[in-house]
Structure formats: C-alpha cells, structure tokens
C-alpha cells in the first residue's frame, strides 16, 4: 500500500488525503526545482506542491494534534534549504529515523496554519485577523521572513481599525516576536499618542522590558515623565515574584534587591530633566534605593543647576501638545508641526507645556481678510492650516512673528508703504504640506530660503507665506513657489477650511528650592520623606 498524500485545493480549512500516486514524476519533479539548490521561488504559485511531492519523498511532517493531524511528505534537502528553521530541526535530534523515512512532528501548529504560511502565495484578504495573527506567530517560529513582512504589512494598512481595537493584546503579542518589528512599531507609535491605553489594561503587567526600552527610547509621547515614572515604578513591582504588599515602604531587602535588578536597565531610559523639584522629592526621592548612586548625584546636581552638562541623564522629550482641537488634523499631526519649529533648546522645554489655542476657524467666524486681521493680529507666533477643496490637501505654515506686525529689534521688512503689504525676514518660519486626508502621514516640510521674505503681512490678504507660496485672500488660493521649498502640489485652488492658532508656551513657575535634597537624605542616610503608597 502506497503512502498517502496530501491534495490541497488552496483552501486551508479543507484538506484531502489521497492513497493515488503523485501526478509529478521524478523528471519533471527535479527538471522544475533544481535538488541541489538553496534558493527555490518561494513565490511560485505551484511550489507547495512541488515542495509537497510524494514521490522520492524521504520526509514525513506531522502537524497537529490528535483526532486534527495530517501527514506532509516532503524532500529533506528541499525543505531543509528554504528556511533556516527545517535546516536546523532536520539535522539535529528534533526529528526521528524510521525505515529510511524522517518522522518530525509539529504539533503547536495547526494543519491550515501550515499549509498557508509554508504556501507560495497567499491571499490574506480571505483570511480573518486572527487567522492572520496566528500565522504570523508560525512564521515567526518557522522564520519565513516572507510572510511575516506581507502578514504585518497587510494588518497594518488594511485592518488598522482592527488593531486599534485590540491594541493592548496585540501590543503583548508583537512584543513576544522579535520579527514583528513593523507590528512593534504601529503599536508603539499609537501608545506614545495616549499610553493611558496600554497603561490601563487587563496586559500592561504582562508586558516584557522588550516594549519598555523601545517605548522610553521615544521622544514623543504623550505623557508627564513623572506619570511614566510612576507606571515603570508599578510595572516593576508587578514582576515580582512574591509581593505581599504594594507600598513600597513595607518591602524586604530581598524584594529591594529583585526590584533593583528588574528596573536597572530602564531607569536610566527616564527623562529626570523633566522633573520639578515637587515631583523628584514625592516620586523619585523613595525610591532611592534602587536607583544608581552615580545617577542620583547628577540629578542632583541638575535640580540645583539646569545649565548643568549632562553625561548620564538623557535630554527632555520633545515638547507635549495639550488641549488641542482641531476640524483638520489631529493631535498627532499637530505634534509633528510643533517639533519643526526651530531654534527651541532641548532643555528650555523641560518645564514648557504647549497649548494651540484656536484663534480662527473660517466655518465658524468666515473667510473675509478682515475676519483674520481682527481675530489674529498681535497674537504672536501662530500656525496656519488650511484644507484645499478639490484634493484635500492639508497645507500650512509657521508665523513665528505675528500678524499686523510692529517692527521689533532682530526681525526686518520692506514695505511698499505704510499701509499696505509688508515683508517680513525670519528664518524660524516654515510651510507644510500633510497629504490628503486619506494620506496624512505623507508629511513634507519647507523652510526658509536665504534673503527671501518668509511673511506677506497685507491688510487686504488673508494669511500668506512667502511672495507667493502661499497666497490667500477669502476662499481663493494660489502657490507659486519662491521664498520656501517647494513642497504644496496645488497651484491655485479654493479652500473649504482653514484655522489658526495661536502658540502658547506655559511654563512651570514653580521655584528650584533644593535644601531638603542635599546629600544627607537624597544619597547616603535613610530617607525620612513622606510615604508613596502605590
């Protein structure tokens, strides 16, 4: 009696078995993929089957578990050249011997499962997302890159809505992958926008510090870093192996010790320049035990002298954007306009929160000049957002000045008289364009050309950049690139919305007083300070 062989018909919830010999002879089977060769086309729709032969076939793989199993006959030299998974398994003690015949069980992995990520082309749109995760993690086992990249490409751009809706598991999930890096960086990309999401989960103690040192590594999240601080603080204790109490006061020197070891590598990734004075002596101060001596000097030394150059502490995070509304573009997009601004010191920021307070909206208070020069005048430096009719493209640009200019020491302008357009000279400004709203992650910015006018402040005109980069008077605009790179694709077109901000920077006025943080209580003695319940 013939060995069976597996039949597909490209569905991988139905499987036959077929006792009928291979319709492939051994002549045509070798004429078509070479034995000898290592990089077989992957690619090829018929290569499953080729790869799946029976005939001359000298492995059996036995996926599944009982009654679900299905027996694969396959060549050794074959499989064992297409991925780096089968060359290791078959040539090591994985895989048993028996009457000429290698016998390899597989039964972690579903038949279906199998037979998809091992198949040559696979039509993910058929498939369900949690089908789609499931072979993602086989193929990540099995390290066939190929369908990992196309699986996390196709979940990404065509099920997003899915991931945000599980965003914690999958977030857990692509964390205990190396190979999901595109999966990994979706997931850190949407955290870092309101890591409450993950922070607040049924998952946040089951994350690995996989997800920490990339998450701590990001410039732009959301979040007070003493409020980062804290979840780490908690995330830390929740690894531990027995905890009888979550106040940190009440813990052994054996859970100090386990703590310490835990969080070590991850304290540094914390950004102290971001701390008050407040915020180091409830937060930081308890926990000085588990913090390196070396580090805690310097933030020390920092609290007392902000100038102070720093050699262990990292640099403030970019700049957070709090109480941000807009019909445009979102909060994300409107950070990504924040952090081009120039000539912002890193550690000026540390202490700064910014707001985009709504100056105008056009669908809500008109179009007219006259409308924006009353609204918008005199209000300092402002962000311009205007959303073209025909394609939706977002575009803008950066007044670092402000409108119904007064001539100020360091800014420059030509006017042709008094009363009508003026020039205004600055290199801090710039125009953007975002895409279209279906593609707004296609962001471009343009900057300043030198010697070249970067605001036309006109009585008459809505707000423009530039000679003519950007041009608007009412509900009509034009483009016509001079002053600034050229980066807007319409060239004249009608706007359907446009808004502007105003840029407020709040800084903390909190005093720096550090006499109860001197070296007897921060570094060396037991620290007496209030208790931090967690």
């Not at 070798?30 to 076939?57: G, M, P, Q, W």
């Not at 015949?101 to 058929?126: A, R, S, Y």
């Not at 509900?475 to 706007?495: G, Q």
Request: proline share 4%; with cysteine; net charge positive.
């Amino acid at each position: 009696m013939t060995n069976p062989t597996v039949i597909y018909n490209y569905s991988p919830t139905e499987f036959q078995v077929s006792t009928s010999k291979s319709s492939w002879s051994d002549v045509s089977f070798y004429k078509l993929l070479d034995i000898n060769s290592v990089n077989y086309n992957l690619k090829s729709e018929s290569y499953f089957h080729y790869l799946f032969t029976h005939r001359s076939a000298d492995l059996v793989i036995e996926v599944g578990k009982k009654p679900n199993i299905v027996k694969f006959w396959a060549h050794t030299k074959i499989l064992s050249n297409s991925t780096p998974y089968f060359k290791c398994a078959l040539s090591s003690s994985w895989a048993r011997f028996e009457n000429d015949i290698f016998i390899f069980k597989k039964p972690n992995i579903t038949p279906q499962v199998f037979h998809i990520v091992l198949d040559g082309k696979v039509v993910w749109k058929k498939y369900s997302e949690k089908d789609i995760l499931v072979c993602l993690v086989a193929s990540d086992e099995l390290l066939i890159d190929r369908i990992l990249d196309e699986g996390q490409c196709h979940l990404i751009e065509q099920r997003c809505t899915w991931i945000l809706y599980n965003l914690n598991v999958i977030t857990f999930i692509s964390f205990r992958h190396k190979s999901f890096k595109k999966l990994q960086n979706y997931c850190i990309e949407k955290i870092c926008k309101n890591p409450i999401l993950v922070f607040r989960s049924n998952y946040f103690f089951k994350l690995n510090d996989i997800f920490w040192i990339k998450f701590l590594n990001q410039d732009n999240i959301q979040m007070e870093e003493f409020e980062i601080w804290h979840n780490l603080i908690l995330w830390g204790i929740g690894q531990l192996p027995t905890t009888k109490s979550l106040s940190f006061f009440n813990f052994s020197r054996k859970e100090l010790a386990d703590l310490k070891s835990i969080l070590q590598h991850l304290i540094p990734l914390i950004r102290f320049t971001e701390f008050s004075v407040s915020q180091i002596y409830t937060f930081v101060c308890p926990f000085r035990d588990i913090i390196d001596l070396n580090l805690r000097k310097e933030i020390l030394n920092f609290q007392n002298n902000l100038k102070l150059r720093l050699n262990i502490i990292l640099e403030p995070r970019q700049p957070k954007l709090y109480y941000f509304k807009s019909n445009i573009i979102t909060p994300l997009q409107a950070t990504m306009i924040l952090h081009k601004i120039p000539k912002i010191e890193r550690l000026t920021l540390a202490k700064i929160h910014c707001e985009f307070k709504l100056l105008l909206r056009a669908t809500r208070d008109g179009f007219t000049s006259k409308i924006f020069h009353q609204l918008c005048d005199n209000k300092g430096a402002t962000i311009v957002i205007i959303k073209v009719k025909s394609s939706g493209e977002i575009i803008g640009g950066y007044n670092p000045i402000c409108w119904g200019y007064k001539k100020k020491k360091g800014w420059y302008y030509w006017d042709r008289n008094e009363y009508s357009t003026k020039y205004l000279y600055t290199d801090d400004s710039f125009i953007f364009s975002l895409g279209t709203c279906k593609n707004s992650w296609n962001a471009k910015f343009g900057f300043v050309k030198k010697h070249e006018p970067a605001i036309r402040d006109d009585p008459n005109l809505g707000p423009c950049f530039g000679k003519e980069d950007i041009y608007m008077k009412n509900k009509v605009c034009s483009s016509e690139s001079s002053s600034f790179d050229n980066i807007i694709l319409a060239k004249s077109f009608s706007i359907i919305e446009y808004e502007v901000f105003q840029v407020v920077y709040k800084r903390s006025e909190e005093n720096r007083w550090v006499s109860f943080m001197d070296q007897k209580y921060f570094e060396n003695d037991k620290y007496v300070g209030p208790v931090f319940n967690l």
